[in-house]
C-alpha cells in the first residue's frame, strides 16, 4: 500500500529509566509492543532499544497519519500508567506535519522538539 507523502508521523522519545528496572520494563514493554502490533494497524513501526549503560531507552514510533498517533493514546493508556513509575520522559521528536492541535496535545505532555520536512523520500519494504 502506498501512503502519501506529508501524512506520516515519526514520535521519537528519548527516556531515562534505571538499570535496577530493565527487567521490569522490558516484561511491560513486550507486552506493550505485542498490543500495539495487534490492535493498531496505523501503527507502522514500532521498536523500543536501550542503551549499553542501560540507562537510557529510545522508542521509534512511525505512524500512517495523525488519526493513527490519536487513537494510540487511549490504546495504551494501561501500560503507560504501569511503567510510568520506572522511566522518565527526557525528549519526544516529533517528524512530519501533525495538525497544530495533536502537536499541542504532545507539548503539553512531553518536552517537544517538532521538526518539519522538507525533502525526502520513504520506501516500502521490510
Known amino acids: 500500500m502506498t501512503i502519501p507523502a506529508g501524512e506520516t508521523i515519526t514520535l521519537c522519545f528519548e527516556l531515562d529509566i534505571n538499570p535496577a528496572d530493565l527487567d521490569r520494563l522490558v516484561d511491560i514493554w513486550q507486552r506493550y509492543v505485542s498490543h500495539v502490533e495487534a490492535t493498531e494497524p496505523g501503527a507502522l513501526v514500532y521498536t523500543w532499544s536501550v542503551s549499553e549503560n542501560q540507562q537510557s531507552v529510545f522508542i521509534l514510533e512511525h ?18 500508567a504501569e511503567m510510568a513509575p520506572y522511566r522518565t520522559v527526557k525528549k519526544l521528536t516529533v517528524l512530519g506535519n501533525p495538525s497544530s492541535k495533536l502537536l499541542e496535545v ?18 516500502g519494504g521490510n
Open 63 to 80: 505512524y500512517r497519519n495523525a488519526r493513527a498517533v490519536i487513537e494510540h493514546g487511549p490504546n495504551i493508556a494501561e501500560f503507560s
Open 106 to 123: 504532545l507539548q503539553s505532555r512531553y518536552p517537544t522538539e517538532h521538526f518539519t520536512p522538507i525533502k525526502g523520500f520513504s520506501r
